[in-house]
């Protein structure tokens, strides 16, 4: 124990009530199975490659404990403030963040013994650059090891996009479609190909999926998370005008989909690489 004196919360406090519900839900099922695969040692440094909101940034760094020292990067200024305020309240001394882009590590060669990534690296600007600066600064011998979700996520939903575009002539589209996904998702054997060129031997890939599911199509562009993170980005593959006149086919065949299916749902398959530095 840190210390014998009793714990003190005081559950009113709305600094508390703020960051007390950690775990996002979108990032909980990578994140849960990075957290166990991770190699947990003592007098380690540890870097986190896109922590966000501070998941599992702030989770690893108390699995550590504090013989250890875990670093996070994140080019999300808001993001980057919302995390050292967690970092305050939860009393944690063995964390330090920083406000960049994880093309550019801030950080010496072979300094660092662990890294983790829960769904940050298919979210960066240059994969590539990325997993050559995690591969700098790794040490010989150190675990890498990452989440991705891939270019199968949602292929409910896009294989009716498709027909609909397809239906309406617009091919040019499809192509927009598939180049979003591409940049965001990229194909496994193209990911597996870069993490050896850049020295980040893999170890295993382990296979796992989750659901999103929706009573109906309409529950589902409504809910908060989807038009956080993929209604504009589905929205931009055709011109506003033709949105307006799409976004109600696409609708209602969801919903006919989830009449006839008990409901309409969405599978997020996703890979952990577990790799060591050569």
Known sequence: ?????????????PDLVSVIDEIPLWSAPFGLKLLDIIHYKKNITALDIGFGLGFPLLEVAMRLGSTCKVYGIDPWKQAVERTKKKIEIYGISNVEVLNGSAEEIKLPDNSVDLIFSNNGINNVSDMEVVLSECSRVLKSGGQFIATVN?????????????????????????????????????PVEEIKEMLEICGLHIKSIHEDEFKYRYADGTSMLNHFFIR???????????????????????????????????????????????????
Not at 150 to 172: A, S
Not at 229 to 243: I, Y
């Open 1 to 13: 124990m840190r210390n014998n004196k009793p714990e003190q919360f005081d559950f009113n406090d």
């Open 150 to 186: 891939t270019n199968k996520t949602m292929h409910e939903f896009y294989r009716i996009y498709e027909e609909i575009l397809l239906e309406n002539r617009m091919d040019d589209a499809v192509v927009s479609m598939y180049d979003q996904i591409y940049t965001k998702r990229k």
């Open 228 to 278: 956080l993170a993929f209604l504009e980005g589905w929205k931009s593959v055709v011109h506003k005008e033709c949105w307006t006149a799409i976004c109600p086919i696409l609708e209602r065949r969801m919903n006919e989909y989830a009449g006839k299916n008990g409901g309409f749902e969405m599978t997020i398959p996703f890979l952990t690489f577990d790799c060591v530095r050569k």
